[in-house]
């Protein structure tokens, strides 16, 4: 297996919380040698334990071999791009995807969230600015608070307890952003929601309002009969989202 794992060789051993067991774990994909090195020691001298892989199929060995907490992706690689790696992972697996690419543009930006990312970065950026977007990725993991009944959303019953959406015959895959999101949204079910309180409740303060869109737009596709005639998961002009759940 041609992979990297970046250790940290130079600061004591850490204790309780701080353990190498309590860090989050991250995978770097990036075919830029440098760019992956100052991400990888960056984020080790961040409090991640980081481990590299240089293209899409090495990563894919890496993730059989280990547990992850995040990935953090390049979208521009030779042979399967980031974009193309993030939706097949999206057909497995809800593991946290950052996107990291040179083209900024919103159409690019909307791509890679359209892809299944959970947040997009574009280059060149300030490598704090990546971790504190992890770190508000890694908060958005699903919390054992607040909801514990399982909710009617049409045909659909969302446990959050179990994090499933199910009709009994059928499960849709959520990722962990679009947890976040239906977790603020049942927790408001009936209200309306504005983006930007929305966005603070899913610690996406920083991601912009196109991101909220975005995720939303991919949520009611797994929600609703029509996407484009949502019943459940509504826009309400001007103010916000509303979400309209039974209790089962």
Known sequence: ???????????PPLTGDQSLAARPHVLVIDDDDRIRDL???????????VATTSC???ARKALE?????????DVMMPGETGLDFTRDLRTRSDLPVL?????????DRIAGLESGADDYLPKPFEPREMVLRLQAILRRRPKPRDL????RIGRWVYDPAGHTLTDGAETQRLT?????????????????????????????????????????TRLR??????SRMPRYLQTVRGKGYLLRVEMV
């Open 1 to 11: 297996m041609n992979y990297q794992m970046a250790v940290e060789n130079t600061k």
């Open 39 to 49: 991400v990888a020691r960056y984020l080790t001298e961040h409090g991640f334990m």
């Open 56 to 58: 899409a199929a090495e």
């Open 65 to 73: 071999a280990f547990t992850f907490d995040v990935l953090v992706v």
């Open 99 to 107: 996107l990291l690419t040179a083209l900024g543009e919103t159409d």
């Open 148 to 151: 514990k009944k399982p909710v």
């Open 176 to 216: 962990t952003t679009e947890i976040s999101l239906l977790n603020a949204l049942v927790l408001k079910s009936g209200q309306v929601i504005s983006r930007d309180d929305l966005a603070r409740m899913c610690d996406m303060d920083d991601s912009g309002e196109r991101t909220i869109d975005v995720q939303i």
């Open 221 to 226: 596709r797994k929600i609703e009969e029509d």
